[in-house]
């Protein structure tokens, strides 16, 4: 698990290097034609082969530049694992399928933890090394859920 952080950040970066060289090349060279415009760039995003740019800001939604689905729930059950998360004596773990409808039912992370204790898991909040006993007001949830997101 543990390496797959520095191989995301690799192709992350990678991607991010071929979105930056092919966003920022020089212009082709205008086709001659006989329309009267025919050295207009044939794109409004074309810019001079002379800007020069040091930095780029590449905006990206999870699974556009790369898929990060599988990624993020290993991370959330990292960040169980390490907190020691249980609920009814059982380690807390999102499998697959499980994190597929998540993603596809409810946005963010702090609201798939809090539907994921409140939905499926009836109310029930788990027991972590730092909380024995599961939360069991609000604030006491939205701390624990906040500590997890923060890990």
Same mark, same amino acid.
């Given at each position: 698990?543990h390496?797959?952080?520095?191989?995301?950040?690799?192709?992350?970066?990678?991607?991010? !290097?071929?979105? #930056?060289?092919?966003?920022?090349?020089?212009?082709?060279?205008?086709?001659?034609?006989?329309h009267?415009?025919?050295?207009?760039?044939?794109?409004?995003?074309?810019?001079?082969?002379?800007?020069?740019?040091?930095?780029?800001?590449?905006?990206?939604?999870?699974g &556009?530049?790369?898929?990060?689905?599988?990624?993020?729930?290993?991370?959330?059950?990292?960040?169980?694992?390490?907190?020691?998360?249980? &609920?009814?004596?059982?380690? &807390?773990?999102?499998?697959?399928?499980?994190?597929?409808?998540?993603?596809? #039912?409810?946005?963010?992370?702090?609201?798939?933890?809090?539907?994921?204790?409140?939905?499926?898991?009836?109310?029930?909040?788990?027991?972590?090394?730092?909380?024995?006993?599961?939360?069991?007001?609000?604030?006491?949830?939205? !701390?624990? &859920?906040? !500590?997890?997101? !923060?890990?």
């Amino acid at each position: 698990r543990h390496q797959i952080v520095p191989l995301m950040k690799a192709a992350i970066l990678l991607i991010a !290097a071929a979105a #930056t060289a092919h966003a920022f090349a020089p212009p082709r060279p205008p086709v001659a034609s006989s329309h009267r415009h025919s050295l207009a760039p044939t794109s409004p995003l074309q810019m001079s082969s002379n800007t020069q740019f040091e930095n780029a800001l590449i905006f990206d939604c999870d699974g &556009v530049l790369i898929l990060t689905e599988e990624l993020h729930r290993l991370a959330y059950n990292a960040a169980f694992e390490a907190a020691c998360l249980e &609920v009814d004596g059982k380690p &807390v773990e999102w499998t697959v399928e499980y994190y597929d409808m998540l993603q596809n #039912t409810v946005g963010g992370g702090k609201p798939k933890m809090h539907f994921h204790f409140r939905e499926t898991m009836g109310g029930k909040y788990p027991s972590s090394k730092d909380m024995p006993s599961p939360p069991q007001t609000e604030e006491e949830q939205t !701390a624990l &859920v906040d !500590a997890l997101q !923060a890990h």
